[in-house]
């Protein structure tokens, strides 16, 4: 490798760049395994136990409840003693901060049982656990390592936690060492999803074993019924035959929930049989999910007093913190099939200087607009949330002028807010007493959710 770098006189010289790779740190001589000594159980998603000789470890446990708002629900069923799992796990691996592998209604229910349960994360830009106090979920042993160090656990087991090159400011890895006689490197929010590109790259790796995961969601309330049927999502069954085409000799393993893969008998013979599936009659797909439970509780954002204040939108934006960016963004509070809402706020922001207009500026500029549901925008705004919730989640319908992504303008608004949430007990009181009384309060609609006229 080699880089070009300017030198003190205003030239350029060829550099070449050494490479560390912090996992060969500290080599230790490997040791033979014995059958059932380290195993592999998928739970569901990107949830899997490694028993590692008598130590328990759970990577990323979303075992109930949506991720990303009511966007992404679980495909899979997990094994019905999952949350005993959890519970008495020796330590839990959390990859980032997305709820899809950062579920806080799974860890509401761990913590009622073992608040003190290690959780390791990597020591990211924004913290993994940035929304624990808001959550109210009382987690008594969050463990924030350095990346690229080796964090041992008993004479046989240590871990490193690695920063995704993918994203750097979001997700990590994770390589787990067990007596050296394996490295299990589970590189999480890989986002190409070409399965040639993924053939390619188990091929130039060979693994001895590859098992695609953290996909295993499906879009199940009613409401998202459209982009349930047009999301088509590459099947791990395919990507699977296609490794095995181009590398026969790497064992794959499409998982279900309940599924156990016994490294050492996978590591001694491929005859051997090292995949032992779940019990016939096991539910291997979700067919329900508490949809009311979860979708009400955004619905009570609907009704905040902050949202019979027009003034809440230059508060917010002004808390976000975003400007100096030509783009001119066009937000609209719709139902749940993304029709606008007659009563609803729909506004104009101009983030070249962070000015609210009642028309589009005359400068050219792009123009970006965003139908949101108004149970989770104004969740996510209330309670101060990246926008993942919204655009990852599916909770909105964009369309551009020119049709060009604006990444610095998302990435802020999905990894760059602030941590403290907006101080809306300030802005409430910051409301002049005649806005109070001049401005319309919410209207009460027939199924109890409520609209803001702007």
């Known amino acids: 490798n080699a880089d070009v ?46 028993q590692l000789g008598g130590k328990k470890m759970i990577f990323d446990p979303w075992l109930t409840g ?8 679980l495909l899979h069923e997990p094994p019905a003693d999952s949350m005993e799992r959890l519970c008495m796990a020796d330590l839990i691996y959390i990859s980032h901060m997305h709820s899809d592998h950062l579920s806080y209604p799974t860890l509401k229910s761990l913590s009622a049982t073992r608040p003190d349960v290690p959780i390791y994360v990597g020591d990211t830009s924004r913290p993994v656990f940035w929304m624990l106090e808001k959550r109210q979920v009382q987690l008594t042993n969050i463990n924030v390592v350095p990346f690229g160090i080796w964090q041992n656990i008993d004479e046989h087991l240590r871990f490193m936690i690695l920063k995704d090159e993918v994203h ?45 995961f953290a996909g295993y969601f499906v879009e199940a309330h009613p409401s998202d019924r459209y982009i349930k049927e047009t999301n088509t999502k590459n099947k791990a069954e395919e990507l699977n035959a296609l490794i095995k085409k181009s590398a026969p000799g790497i064992t794959t393993w499409t998982p279900k929930p309940g599924a156990v893969l016994d490294l050492a008998l996978a590591l001694m013979s ?11 009659g096991t539910n291997i797909y979700k067919d329900s999910w508490d949809f009311d439970l979860y979708v009400d509780e955004l619905n009570r954002a609907i009704t905040a007093e902050i949202f019979k204040h027009k003034s809440w939108i230059q508060f917010y934006y002004i808390w976000a913190g975003f400007k100096n960016y030509n783009l001119v963004v066009r937000v609209i509070e719709t139902d749940e099939d993304f029709i606008p809402i007659d009563n ?7 983030f070249m200087d962070l000015s609210f207009p009642t028309q589009r500026p005359t400068r050219e500029h792009p123009y970006e607009e965003i139908k949101n549901r108004i149970g989770v925008m104004r969740h996510v705004v209330k309670n101060g949330l990246l926008w993942d919730d919204l655009y990852i989640g599916f909770q909105n319908r964009l369309s551009r002028e020119p049709d060009v992504y604006h990444h610095r303008f998302w990435n802020h608004f999905q990894t760059e807010l602030p941590v403290t949430g907006p101080d809306w007990d300030l802005f409430l009181q910051q409301v002049p007493s005649y806005q109070r009384s001049a401005e319309p309060q919410g209207i009460q609609t027939e199924s109890g959710s409520a609209s803001t006229l702007s």
Not at 7 to 19: M, N, P, Y
Not at 66 to 72: D, I, L, M, N
Not at 202 to 211: A, E, T
């Open 5 to 50: 770098v300017m030198t003190d006189e205003g030239g350029l010289q060829l550099v070449e760049v050494i490479v560390w790779d912090p996992w060969l740190a500290d080599p230790q001589d490997p040791q033979e395994l014995q059958e059932g000594e380290v195993t592999v159980t998928y739970l569901t998603h990107a949830c899997m136990e490694l």
């Open 66 to 73: 949506p991720a990303f708002a009511r966007g992404w629900w």
């Open 168 to 212: 750097p400011v979001l997700d990590t890895c994770i390589i787990v060492e067990y007596k050296e006689s394996w490295k299990a490197d589970f590189i999480k929010n890989e986002r190409k999803k070409l399965m040639n590109y993924k053939a390619q790259l188990v091929k130039s790796l060979q693994p001895k074993i590859y098992c695609p």
């Open 270 to 280: 491929p005859s051997r049989k090292a995949i032992t599936d779940p019990p016939s």
């Open 344 to 350: 609803g706020y729909n506004y104009l922001v101009d």
